[in-house]
Each structure stands twice: as C-alpha cells, then as structure tokens.
C-alpha cells in the first residue's frame, strides 16, 4: 500500500491511509481521557508538548509492522470514538531519518533556511529508545495597503507597511521504553524547546485632514522555552493492570511590544511599550486500573492536576526626552492557580456480533484562585459510545460526550493590543467550559475505489469563553451562558486506477460548521467569534509508474466568523484559497526530494473590521480594510535515513 509514496517515517505512511484524516490530541485539563485519534504501539503518549504525532515523524518506516484501522469505541481505551489509527512498530537496531526544509518567499521575508528534524532510534533486548533534534521554524511575511473611512464612507486615511515574523524554535527530546520480565511496561520522556520569535512592522500614514503624516514602527519579541518530563509504569495488579502516570511541564515566556511614530511635523515622537514575563506549570499525577470481568472491560482512573501561571506585566510611555517611563495605574504582578482531582469510571463490552458499547462516568472537582478569591466547583463528565459494523464495508459509531474545557489564564488577566489598539481588562471570574456533543460518523469502503466517511456533530456549550463587558466601558473574555454548534465533515480517498488513470489518487475533506451565542452586548443571536465557518480541501496525486517520480496539487479554501468585541466587529486571515504544485524524486541516491509551489491562487492577508465611537450599540466611528501581498512561496524539501 505504501510503496509507491516511499515514505521515509511512520507519519507519512498514516498520511497516505486512504480516507483517514488525522485527529491531533486537544489539548485538555490534565490528561484526561483520549481526544485524538492516532496510537502508538496501542497506546497514548503521557506526555503533552510531544504529541504522538512528533513521535511518528522520529519512527523510520522500516520500523512499522502494520498500522491498524479500527472504531475507537472498540478500544480499552477511553475516550476514543471513529476511526482510530494504531500505528505497530518494531525497532530494530540503530536507525536514523533526517529532513531539512528551506524554504524561501518571493517577497518580504528571508529565507528560512534553518528547518530541520534529525531523530535516531535503537533498541535492546528489552528496551527501545529514541532521541530528536529540531528546529520547526517559521517565517511569515506580507505587505500591502490599508484604507481608514470614516463613517458616510469618505477616505480618512491611508497606510502602507509590511511586516515579517520570524521563529526559531530548536528542540531536543527523548523517550525510553521499557518491557520487564513480567511484563511491565515503562515509558519515559523528557523535551526541552527554547523559541524566539520577533515581530517587525514598518508603515507610513498619510492622507489624515487633521494629522501630519507618520512613520510607524513596531518591534514585538517573545522569548523563552518550554521544558516538560514525564513517564508511566503499568504493571500487574490483582485481576488487572495499574498505569501510573507523572507529568511535569513549564513554559517561561518574555515578551515586548513596541510602537514608534514618528510625525513628518513638529509633533514629538509617540511611543507605547506592552511588556509581559509569564511562568506556566502543571504538574500531574494519574493512576488506571483495568480488568477485565467475562466480555466486559472495565477501568477506574483518578488524575491530580495542578496549574499556575505567574505573571508580571508593565505599561510603557514614551517621555520628551526619549525615554519610556512607566504607566503607574496598569500592571502588576498576577497569580492564577488551579487544583483539580478527576475520578471516572469506564464500562465496555459487546452487545452482540458487531456492536460494542462503552459507557465512561464520573466528574471533577477544581478549585481555581486568581485575584484574591477562591472558588470551588463541581462538574460531571462522561461518554456513551457505540460502534456497529453494519456489513462488511459500512461502520457506523455513535457518541455522546461530556467534557471540560482548558481555560487560557492570560485571559484572567489584563493586556494590551497596542498594535490593534484593543485593551482585555481583565477577568478574575473566569470558569471553565463545558460541552455536550452528539456525534455520529459513518465510514464506507468502496473496494478498489477507495473509501469516504461523514462525521454530523452537534454541541452545547455552557459558559462559553467571548468577549463580554467589563465595567462602565471594559471588555475582556469572559463567559457567556451557552452557545451551539452543528457541523459535519465528510473526507474521501477516492483511487483513480478504475478510471485508467494508473497511481493517481484523490483525497477530499470538507468541513462546516454554524454557531450561536447570545451577544452579551446586544442580545442578539450571533455566531461564536472566530469559529469556524467552512473548510474545503481537495489533492491529487499521481505517482509515475514504473519511475521514481510523483507529482500533486493541493486546493484549500477556509473561513471562519467574524471576531466579535465590543468596541468593534472585524475578521482577519489569510486566503481564503490557496493552492500549490509540487513535484517529487523518491530515490535520488538513497534521498527523497520535494519541490513544492505554494500560494499559487495568491492569497492575501487581510483584515476588515468596523470600529465604533464607544460600544457597538453607538455611532461607528471608522472602518477598516487591510490588503496585504503575501506571494508565492517555494520550498525544497530533502529527506534520508542513516
């Protein structure tokens, strides 16, 4: 099946299963119960900043025994629900795979020319091992013009700037695994990421009737590191097997934002400086125990979390001499704590040949402490899930699910968008999320055609995180009742061969979702800031037989709502089509070379919002429309192994 892409690693064999979409893992509270959809050797990783993902990528093909495709509710696994990759590998010996891909943009922005993964894997008798070192690095860049009008639509002003963002993000990480003698299993990982990303925009503003023109610069850095540590020790106990899990995180991030404008008149040089130090731990201890009782599989687990985010931001003004003196009325230091215990129980078993239920039930008890106060809470969680093999070629799986969101803690505290000119001031009442989702997916295979699958879903959200009022004139997020979601994604792998078109293949994901929240401002039904609206995405493949050579397009459309504040309504991204050509060699000297042109249907990067004199119920004061040149992108892509 996985021949004639040549894969190098185990993730690009899973991206090439037919009609499979990969599900990365949400990040949620603690560890929880499984959100994605992709195993590793019939497990989930104990870990969170190296996603099983990451792992894939690190594993040489060579090494993957087989990659099962099975309905998550079949699985001992809770959580898991759909169509759910378990990737089987084998080590054998010392291996390695390495990938470098520069990358380079027509306008604005340098080359990238430091994007790299590097892993090397080995095993014993008894113990695997894998060690990585990466740089995901990412610029970004675009440049255009900006049109300010005032309300009756007449020209206010005009802007012309570009902006490039650069990020180094090197990486190093390691994971053990071990099998005992008895048959305990250990696994240990440790991940060290240090990332730097700086932020450069240059501008003019010209055309105002009551200002001078201006040059407008903006600096914005952040830097710091991400460092986490963990493992698991499952063994025998009793009737059953017990997992014990430990996880212990922390992101340290510096960050400053910087305006500068200069006026073409006498008017002194204005200034704004934003800058924040921020600490983020998490520390997790969880246990599960399994067995099984005749056809029925049951488990027990409870996790204690811990999370704190320890922040200390400034407010900068620019003096007439030059020199940023402190805004005394904003800043501080901020610290926002959570203490969380889970307990769940999880029933599954089959009903009859080809049907298989799993119940999961419990709840959680959290205390979160920010700004002085201390609130407690109580919510419960849980799934049903059904998975029926209707025939031999249609699965179909049902579930209902109760969960609780990850808050954001930054969004406790207060900010400002100084390049946007949006304030947050701050929220010490913020309370989780929690959402209820009905889901049903259906997957066909269609033989020698291919398959395709349909996921409808709705949900109900309660205390939804929006932008909500705060004071006489203060907005920060906050939480909103309720709000709904329905959507459906449908993907296909359709193969061309039946067609006469020997190694083509094309691969469909569409997605679409609409939302509704109650507008705190106004009452009215909205849909959910930045939500997302639509997702088209199409590609095909043709690999050249009986040669070394492939080649593809990929076309993507994607939108999503409007963001909703109350000072202003607006949306910003890039596209909404973008397409690319690529063109691969599979066995040059032992490499695989890729060349890929991307942003062929020249999207852009735009921003549209209407600001209004104070809230959205008042007088607009202007709108805004940014149209920004993105251009092509072209970048090479060479991989081995050793």
Do not use: C
């Not at 048959?183 to 990421?193: C, D, E, K, V, Y």
């Not at 201006?214 to 017990?242: K, W, Y």
């Not at 291919?450 to 932008?467: A, E, H, K, M, P």
């Amino acid at each position: 099946e996985f021949a004639r892409y040549s894969p190098r690693n185990a993730l690009e064999m899973l991206e090439n299963v037919p009609g499979f979409v990969i599900r990365a893992e949400v990040v949620e509270r603690g560890l929880g119960q499984a959100t994605g959809n992709v195993l590793l050797n019939g497990q989930r990783l104990s870990g969170k900043s190296n996603d099983v993902l990451s792992q894939l990528q690190r594993v040489a093909a060579a090494n993957v025994v087989r990659i099962e495709i099975v309905d998550g509710a079949l699985l001992d696994i809770p959580g898991l629900s759909g169509q759910v990759a378990n990737v089987v590998t084998q080590a054998g010996g010392v291996t390695g795979t390495w990938r470098w891909r520069p990358t380079v943009r027509k306008y604005f922005a340098d080359p990238n020319l430091a994007r790299f993964d590097l892993s090397l894997s080995g095993s014993g008798t008894a113990t695997d091992w894998t060690l990585g070192l990466g740089n995901n690095a990412n610029y970004s860049a675009a440049g255009g013009r900006t049109q300010i009008r005032d309300a009756d639509g007449s020209l206010r002003e005009q802007r012309r700037d570009q902006w490039t963002g650069e990020l180094e993000q090197p990486q190093l990480n390691a994971q053990l695994a071990h099998k005992g003698a008895s048959g305990s299993i250990t696994n240990l990982h440790g991940l060290f990421r240090h990332f730097d990303y700086e932020y450069l925009e240059q501008g003019v503003r010209f055309g105002h009737p009551e200002l001078a023109d201006r040059d407008r610069g903006v600096r914005s850095t952040e830097v710091g590191h991400t460092a986490e540590v963990g493992g698991d020790h499952e063994f025998a106990f009793g009737p059953g097997r017990l997992k014990l899990i430990v996880l212990l995180r922390e992101v340290d991030s510096t960050m400053a934002d910087t305006v500068i404008v200069d006026h073409a008149d006498a008017t002194p040089t204005e200034g704004v400086r934003f800058a924040r130090e921020g600490v983020e731990t998490e520390r997790i201890g969880r246990g599960e125990f399994r067995w099984k009782a005749g056809v029925a599989d049951w488990q027990v687990s409870a996790e204690y979390a811990f999370n704190e985010l320890d922040a200390t931001s400034e407010l900068f003004v620019l003096d007439g001499a030059g020199a940023f003196q402190p805004d005394p009325g904003f800043g501080g230091r901020d610290v926002v704590g959570e203490d969380r215990v889970e307990l769940m129980g999880t029933y599954g078993r089959p009903l009859r040949d080809g049907l298989t239920l799993q119940l999961s039930g419990g709840g959680e008890y959290s205390r979160i402490e920010a700004g002085g106060q201390s609130r407690g809470f109580v919510r419960p969680k849980g799934l049903v899930s059904l998975a029926w093999k209707a025939s031999d070629t249609l699965d179909i799986g049902v579930k209902l699910e109760r969960r609780v969101g990850q808050l954001n803690f930054y969004d406790f505290l207060a900010s400002v968008d100084i390049n946007d000119d949006q304030a947050n001031a701050g929220n010490y009442d913020l309370v989780p999320p929690q959402t209820s989702e009905l889901q049903v997916e259906a997957t066909k295979n269609l033989g020698d055609w291919g398959n395709t699958s349909l996921r409808v879903y709705g949900q109900r959200i309660d205390d939804i995180v929006d932008t909500i009022p705060i004071g006489s004139d203060g907005e920060s997020p906050g939480n909103i009742d309720s709000a709904t979601v329905v959507g459906f994604q449908w993907k296909a792998s359709v193969e061309l061969a039946r067609l006469g078109w020997e190694g083509a293949k094309i691969d469909t994901n569409l997605q679409m979702e609409r939302s509704r929240v109650e507008d705190p401002l106004t009452g009215e039904r909205r849909p959910i800031s930045n939500n997302l609206a639509e997702i088209a995405e199409i590609s095909l493949r043709h690999d050249i037989p009986d040669t070394a050579w492939a080649w593809g397009s990929e076309l993507g459309y994607y939108f999503y709502e409007k963001d909703y504040r109350l000072t202003e309504v607006g949306r910003f991204w890039e596209g909404p089509y973008w397409g690319s050509l690529y063109v691969e060699r599979k066995d040059w000297h032992g490499m695989t070379l890729r060349f890929t042109a991307s942003n062929l249907l020249d999207a852009r990067s735009k921003w549209n919002r209407t600001v209004y004199v104070d809230r959205r119920t008042g007088p607009v004061d202007f709108t805004q429309v940014t149209n920004r040149l993105i251009g092509p992108i072209f970048q090479l892509s060479v991989s081995g192994k050793f």
